[in-house]
């Protein structure tokens, strides 16, 4: 015969298996996978048959943290993800299980006023079908609509965070250990309340709403650590951007300072070369502003600011882009050099690439002005573009790229020096002109 308990452990298991189903769809499955899922349920249910006498609150909890344990084991025998991924999305779906048990006993509790009929479900007695009548259709469908309700605003407050890819690793071992002591501490208590408190119906009603809440609470810190792993995510790749930028400046100033002397001596020898063979002026001349194309260094008395300017200059005349300059780098010696080659590579390689689209040649312009405004510093660059431009819920524009993931990361980089600075970044696209400002105080 199936006690109450017996049949308790096998709804348990069931509603754990689903949740975890519901939290982790967006991980990367095993080979076999459908076939994976249902050899776990089957064999999670066949451990949850096992009779086990069960008589204090301790053996109830300790049976249902092994259950939660061998869960977890099952959903990682069905997810290629690393381990730290799936305990992630099992802690989650044992919280958001534990609170629809929560909730259900306080809706519960409410509707008789008194003690809730899942208190029983501890009990070894044998269950009695025959008592099957409206009331317990009632409850039957309450605590399906309890638990319907319950996997459905935590997953959609909490689940939906889940991406593929996430890096799911709760680093603080601190508060990993207050996560897990507060899913302990929180499923004991209902324990204790179940075993000694079943009569007391207020005080049962005051355990619901409380371990409800410290379900919440633990779901609201556990994935918050999930957004920061995001975000740190993003700065670490930002700051290697950074690495691999301040490592360019220094080719790219040493190559532009050979450049500039080889098109000085160049000059001069054609000049020698032009008057022993009878050059005309005008091919000189020809010849001249051939060679200034890469003799067009930018001089605004920052050496940083000269280098990537210079470079980006060149590109834009190598690709029809007119590109205008008025700028009093001396402004920027509050900056490290590497973050203004950063700065102003970001800004004039996201310009580049906007003008690149259009067709006509004579439409393509970016400038640049840094001059002092009251007591700012004041940055301007402005392009022209063609198409939409999508700002995010931050104002900064959307990557148009297939590869979200992987693009982006220079306007955020931008975002980030202009913060670092003490600086507001604003933008604006409009009637087809795309402009950057940043406000730096003057230090």
Known sequence: MLTYIAFYKLLFTLELVVAEFLFSFRLKKRSYYPLRLAASAAALLGIAAIPIPIDMFWQTSLVFFMLFGLSFLALWFCCDEPVFNVFFCAMA???????????????????????????????????????FDEMTVLIVTLYLMCYLLSYWLLFISFGKKIKKGSDMHIKSPVLFGLIAAGLLADVLISS???????????????????????????????????????????????????????????????????????????????????????????EIREIERSISIYDSAVKTGNEALDVILTEKSLRC????????????????????????????????????????????????????????????????????????????????????????????????????????????????????????NILFPVI
């Open 317 to 436: 005349n190598g690709n029809d882009i007119a590109f205008t300059c008025v700028a009093d780098g001396k402004l920027l010696s509050f900056m490290t050099e590497s973050d203004i080659y950063s700065l102003f590579g970001n800004i004039m390689d996201n310009a580049i690439e906007a003008v690149l689209k259009i067709e006509e040649h004579e439409g393509r312009t970016i400038g640049l002005k840094i001059r002092r405004s009251g007591g700012f510093v004041s940055v301007n660059a402005k392009n022209t573009y063609v198409g939409d431009i999508e700002l995010d819920a931050q104002g900064l524009p959307i990557t148009t790229k297939a590869d979200k993931n992987s693009h982006g990361f220079g306007i955020k980089s931008i975002s980030f020096l202009a913060a670092k600075y003490g600086g507001n970044l604003s933008l604006v696209a409009e009637s087809g002109v795309f402009n950057l």
């Open 93 to 131: 779906s044992y919280t958001v299980q534990h609170f629809a048990y929560e909730f259900a006993g306080v809706s519960m509790s409410l509707l008789e006023w008194g003690s809730s009929p899942l208190r029983g479900m501890y009990s070894n007695e044998i269950m009695d079908l025959s008592k």
């Open 192 to 282: 204790i309340v179940t075993y000694y408190m079943s009569d007391h119906a207020l005080g049962s009603a005051v355990a619901n709403v409380t371990n409800m809440l410290c379900c919440v609470l633990l779901m609201g810190c556990q994935f918050n650590q999930l957004s920061t792993n995001e975000i740190r995510g993003e700065l670490d790749f930002v700051k290697r951007l950074w690495q691999q930028e301040k490592e360019q400046f220094e080719v790219s100033r040493d190559n532009i300072d050979i450049i500039n002397i080889k098109c000085h001596d160049m000059r001069h020898r054609i000049r020698e070369f032009a008057q022993s063979k009878s050059f005309s002026d005008e």
